[in-house]
């Protein structure tokens, strides 16, 4: 190793120290300060992201990784320093743009926008949180402009979120999708229901905190390199491979809802935890391409956790932990857990509908950023199109624009993510059963964890080294289709529901 590399490995570790306290300082807002603290840590958070900012655009870092790019020293690394010397040239050119001041305020702005979200959202109070959101939003057009100059402000978002990916792809994936998937909806809902008034109960939180637990264990989380605690809005947290953090959010009216968290939330945090741990605190580790991650945790949460197999080996256990489950048999909460129809709440919609969850936030980040939508008017036009796609409108705004942390913290562009994770996951359905079996035997045998290291192994080590579209050409050969994952809704809820 020559004196810049060995150089170089020392200012990665002290980046990836004041990285490891921007961390624990988030967690930390998020599970477990006092409402008073969190003015307290909004200044502690922009320090430590100001000078995390600064020593990832200093002139020191940017002599270093000009020296480690000339071919007499690019040669002597190894394939993965060669891939973090590449993609930290790629982002230090981009973030050495934005000024200093100007980045210290931007993490001021979307803390506490962040901060009042929680407080507008809890208090049906749309009218105190859109000053914040209007800053945001002119926040993000600000940083586009200096990280992305030469595109369009949205296609810049998205590609932010999802490599490669653009808003001409997008669209017609989503088409394909509105397409095919509002007939088979409408066709649901003349169908009978199931009946769910078995499942009006009160359900013991520290019993669901149980449930969960057992979930992440049978899924494949290991507690040893993970913890749990819980937030206003379930999320994934990485230090590195060796400490992956999930939360929850527990209603004593509805334990179904935080089951399925748990196995969405453990899917993410699964992909952090068979990251190639030689990829720690690297522009290689922690996966940065959205869709694929959400890929990964709707996998789990939608394709295996919704199927009535994956139930069979441990359903007898849901009854221990949660007695009234003893009383409803595997055949209802297979109906339960798959019951199409319109609600308010995303991360509570089955996976039919969900998908237009995504379509509606979508098509407002478009109106955002290109039509110039202002926000006063967004409720509005959140409402005219939960209308317009679901048949429903809310009746507050905490059920309705409020319910998302997402643009709170100036993540415009990564809900288009989370329909293309789904998109994938028929691709990737379809590459398991051709390698592995049928998925329907392997849940059924309790053989859930060789479908994790399945995935470990095809896309989990390899973290942020291979973009989207070569995820999805390694692991299924070919480019991103719809095609799979219609053709699995179809059949699905064409058998639940006798259509």
């Known amino acids: 190793m020559s004196a810049l590399s060995e150089k170089f490995n020392e200012y990665l570790k002290k980046m990836q120290y004041y990285e490891h306290a921007n961390t624990l ?24 992201s100001t000078e995390s900012f600064a020593l990832s655009t200093s002139d020191e870092l940017g002599q270093m990784l000009s020296g480690l790019s000339q071919p007499e020293e690019f040669e002597q690394l190894d394939d993965t320093m060669k891939f973090i010397v590449t993609k930290m040239k790629e982002d230090y050119d981009r973030d050495k743009r934005i000024p200093a001041d100007f980045y210290e305020e931007y993490v001021r702005t979307v803390t506490a926008s962040e901060n009042a979200w929680v407080d507008a959202k809890q208090n049906n109070d749309f009218a105190s949180f859109a000053p914040h959101l209007e800053k945001v939003i002119t926040a993000t057009r600000k940083m586009t402009s200096y990280t992305d100059p030469d595109k369009e402000v949205y296609e810049a978002l998205l590609d932010e979120y999802e490599k490669g990916m653009d808003s001409a792809t997008i ?53 040893a390199r993970g913890n749990v605690a819980e937030s206003e809005h379930p999320f994934t947290l990485n230090f590195s491979s060796k400490d992956v953090r999930v939360t929850n959010h527990y209603k004593e009216d509805d334990a179904i809802d935080a089951m399925f968290t748990a196995i969405h939330e453990g899917g993410h945090a699964i992909f952090e935890q068979n990251v190639n741990p030689e990829y720690d605190g690297t522009v290689a580790g922690s996966c940065r391409y959205m869709g694929v991650h959400e890929s990964q945790s709707r996998f789990y949460e939608n394709i295996l956790g919704r199927n009535r197999n994956f139930w069979v080996p441990i359903y007898g256990k849901l009854g221990e932990l949660l007695p009234q489950f003893k009383q409803i048999s595997l055949d209802d909460f297979e109906r339960q857990i798959n019951n199409v129809r319109s609600s308010f709440i995303r991360c509570s919609a089955d996976e039919l509908t969900y998908c237009f969850h995504i379509i509606i936030r979508y098509e407002i980040e478009k109106a955002i950023f290109r039509d110039n939508v202002p926000v006063s008017e967004l409720p509005k036009l959140w409402n005219s199109k939960m209308e317009e796609y679901l048949g429903i409108t809310p009746d507050s705004d905490t059920d309705g624009i409020l319910q998302d942390t997402h643009w709170a913290d100036g993540s415009f562009g990564y809900f288009p993510s989370y329909l293309l994770g789904t998109i994938y996951d028929g691709m990737y ?25 399945w995935l470990n192994e095809k896309i989990h080590r390899y973290g942020s080294t291979r973009t989207p579209a070569e995820v999805i050409r390694n692991v299924c050969g070919r480019e991103v289709s719809a095609e799979p994952i219609i053709k699995f809704f179809k059949e699905k809820y064409s058998r639940l529901y006798n259509l």
């Open 25 to 48: 300082i988030y967690w930390d807002m998020k599970t477990g300060a006092p409402k008073r603290g969190l003015e307290a840590l909004e200044d502690v958070t922009a320090y430590f």
């Open 429 to 453: 359905l379809e590459a398991v059963e051709k390698e592995l079996g049928p998925v329907d035997r392997l849940l059924a045998d309790g053989k859930i964890k060789d479908i994790t290291k």
């Open 171 to 223: 669209d017609k994936l989503f088409d394909r999708m509105k397409e095919e998937l509002i007939p088979l909806v409408k066709k649901i809902s003349e169908a009978e229901k199931p009946d769910d008034s078995a499942f009006k109960s009160y359900y013991d939180p520290d019993a669901q905190r149980k449930v969960q637990k057992m979930l992440l264990e049978y899924i494949g989380f290991d507690f």
